[in-house]
């Protein structure tokens, strides 16, 4: 079985950074795009940030021009560094990769941010 494993969350004030990242218990071959999804309480999940075969990425556009992720798809790693926090960003980020059959999900890092 496959996990992935968040790491990097914590509490910040607001202007703060954090730096996630993401890492799989093992290799998954086939992975063409990973990303970072948060959820708010009382909210639905939304996706943060992704990152595609080919490098290119795409960003909700509350973070836009904050947030930048990478990645190595071949190691299974996916980070998300996060600059500029706003009290709005506090939720749990979940890590996702994907193939074309199957997403895999992290257990989620808490991210809060105080105003």
């Known amino acids: 079985q496959v996990q992935l494993v968040e790491s990097g969350g914590g509490s910040v004030q607001a202007g703060g950074s954090l730096r996630l990242s993401c890492a799989a218990s093992r290799i998954i071959f086939n992975i063409n795009v990973m990303g970072w999804y948060r959820q708010a309480p009382g909210k639905q999940r939304e996706l943060v940030a992704a990152?595609?075969?080919?490098?290119?990425?795409n960003y909700a556009d509350s973070v836009k021009g904050r947030f930048t992720i990478s990645g190595d798809k071949s190691k299974n790693t996916v980070y998300l560094q996060m600059n500029s926090l706003k009290p709005e960003d506090t939720a749990v980020y979940y890590c996702?990769?994907?193939?074309?059959?199957?997403?895999?999900w992290g257990q989620g890092t808490q991210v809060t941010v105080s105003s």
């Open positions: 996702n990769q994907a193939t074309r059959w199957w997403h895999y």
């Open positions: 990152i595609s075969s080919d490098g290119s990425t």
